[in-house]
Every structure is written in C-alpha cells, then in structure tokens.
C-alpha cells in the first residue's frame, strides 16, 4: 500500500530524532579503533556516553543538543501553524540560550557547536539583534533543524527554501553552507512528497530551478555538455551562486548504485568522504548511505554511527532521508520507545505531519 505523506514526514522527523540520539555515546572518535574498544565490533543500539568523553552524565536514547533544538523549531511550527521566525527566536532567547555559558562542554546535550556558540556570544554577550549574529562555522548545525522546515514545507518547494535560508541565516552566513544547508532541506522535501531517491533526484530539482521555484542560479542544465543558446539569466537577489550543492545528490546515489563502486562495509563512507564536522563530508555522505540503503532505515543509521566522526550529524540527517523514504513503520520500535521524550515527539511528528498534508 503506498505510503501517506503524513507517514514520510513523520519518519522524517523521527528518524532525524533517533539517528542523534543513537551516536550520543560513541560520537566524535576519530580514532577509529578506539571507538571499537570502548564499543566493540559494531554499534547497534542506544549507548551511555563514557565518563570521559563528549556528553559525558547523558544516558542512553537521549538527544544531544541538535535534538534539543529541533523540540524548539518543531514546537514553534506547531504553536503557530507555521513558520514564524519571531516565535523561534524567542523561544531560543528564552528556552535555550539561558542554559549556554559560551563554552563547548556545556548546555544541553551536553556539548555546544561552534556555530550556536558564535551566536549566543554575539546576542547574549554583545546585545546584538537577530540578523546580526550569524557565524561563519562550516558544520550542519543548521540543517539539523532546519530539516522540520522541509518536512513542514515539503509540498511547497518555493516557500520551503525560503524558509530553511531564512532560519539557516540566523546562525550561519557562509553562503556555500547555506546553499548546502537548503540543498538538504530541498532533497528531503522531495522524498517527504513522495519522489524516489535515485539518479534525477537532481534534475527534478534542477527544473525547479529553471521554474524559479528554487533560489539557486543556473547556466546550464543537469547533464548537459554545452551551455544553452542565448545570454545568461542575470543573478537576482537572494539566489546561490551555483546549483553545484543540488547536484550532489543523484552523483552519491549514483555511487551507491554503481556495482563498480563498492564501500564495504558501508560505514567506511565516512572514510571516503570524510570524519570531520564540514558540510561537504556530511551532506555527501548522508546521501550516500541513504540511497545504498532506501529500504532498510536500520541499516542506513547504524552504518552512520559506526563511521565515527561526526557521526551524529551525519546518522541524523540520514535518519531523516531514510525516514522520509520508508515512513515512520520503516523505523524499528527498538530505536522509537527507548528514545528520549519519545511519545511527545510522536506526538509531535504526527501534528506536524498533519501540518504539511494539508499545507
């Protein structure tokens, strides 16, 4: 029986919810054989973070602070019916940004990325207004929330991109992030409509771009090999300098795919793409495992926390990929009741989810 909308968006959160909370314990080791000693061969469950490590006093299935921050844009969009900027912004003013003191060890979740850090010195520190906080941190601290936004919007691609720059600004500037932070939200926008994840998952895209649906700026077509006849479109205000960050999609699917590009075992794809925290080792390699791995969420997520690194980010978003893909029954309920707050966030997915049919 074919999935509902409601059941993709709901996975999508859900899953972006159990993909943090499963590389709690084991997150940031780039040493890799350390991270097998303390948690043997293969991670497969939720684990308790060792004393002596990140998140150090958190137990297992509980979030991190990506997690903690999702609550917030996820409630403010069902407080509100929507997106309003203002009502998120007061909500970190006066649910989260009390609990920070600037320093990374601290906060809830127990850890406080560089680009949140940049922000609360600049607002609480310097007094600064929102639109005049933003950091220039490469990580995908704001894809991690943002990706409610296009669970939310998913049916709406215009004002979904709108949006996900709109609230990626408030805490990051560098543009490349930016294009790659909504490139994200615009691919798990497509799968919450109910499109595959395979090889014209940029191209689908890439039309919206040319409809002007989407703000990137585009010369040529996806695939072509010659520029297309007559004068370049002019750039406009608020669009990315290129559609490079769309188009990374179907070429990491197309790896997945290809029988003459193995990854084995699969984790390994944090190798390839890389360990650190950058958009461009998280983004490629998210859609990598969630396109090796369309039907088996389980196995996407924990390939992603076995990787270490940044596994967290990087089993977060694939969560949320692998969760639009096979809807919320795809999630084992392993991974569901032993999460953290796991019956409001259900609640939640399900108003959510209720939200974005009806948009």
Not at 214 to 230: D, Q, Y
Not at 344 to 353: E, T
Request: charged residues 20%.
């Amino acid at each position: 029986m074919p999935l509902t909308l409601e059941q993709r968006a709901q996975g999508a959160l859900i899953g972006a919810y159990v993909g943090d909370a499963l590389a709690l314990g084991p997150h940031w080791y780039y040493d890799l054989d350390a991270l097998r000693h303390d948690y043997g061969a293969w991670i497969d469950s939720y684990t308790d973070p060792r004393p002596d490590r990140y998140h150090a006093g958190l137990r297992a299935g509980q979030s991190g602070q990506a997690g903690f921050i999702l609550d917030l844009l996820s409630g403010s969009l069902n407080a509100c019916g929507g997106y309003d900027e203002a009502d998120f912004c007061r909500r970190l003013d006066e649910d989260f940004f009390p609990l920070l003191d600037g320093t990374p060890l601290n906060g809830p979740g127990g850890y406080t990325s560089q680009s949140i850090r940049e922000t609360w010195r600049l607002r609480v520190g310097r007094g600064q207004p929102w639109g005049r906080v933003a950091g220039l941190a490469d990580t995908t601290e704001a894809a991690e929330r943002i990706l409610a936004l296009a669970i939310r919007y998913a049916r709406r691609p215009a004002d979904l991109a709108r949006h996900c720059a709109a609230n990626t600004a408030l805490t990051q500037c560098d543009t490349t992030v930016m294009a790659m932070t909504v490139a994200y939200g615009c691919v798990l926008g497509s799968l919450v409509r109910g499109e595959p994840l395979d090889a014209e998952t940029s191209g689908r895209l890439m039309t919206l771009v040319r409809d002007g649906e989407l703000p990137f700026h585009s010369v040529t077509s996806a695939g072509e090999t010659t520029p297309p006849p007559g004068p370049e479109a002019p750039r406009t205000a608020g669009q990315f300098p290129s559609p490079d960050a769309l188009l990374t999609v179907s070429g990491a699917v197309r790896a997945a795919r290809d029988p003459d590009i193995r990854i084995e075992p699969a984790w390994k794809a944090s190798l390839v793409y890389g360990l650190p925290c950058a958009v461009y080792h998280q983004f490629p390699a998210a859609y990598y495992l969630a396109g090796r791995f369309q039907d088996d969420f389980e196995s996407a997520v924990l390939h992603a926390v076995n990787g270490g690194g940044q596994n967290q980010a990087r089993a977060m978003l694939t969560g949320a990929l692998c969760g639009a893909i096979g809807g919320i029954q795809a999630i084992p309920a392993r991974f569901i009741e032993p999460l953290e707050h796991s019956t409001q966030r259900m609640d939640l997915a399900a108003r959510l989810a209720r939200q974005a049919a009806q948009a």
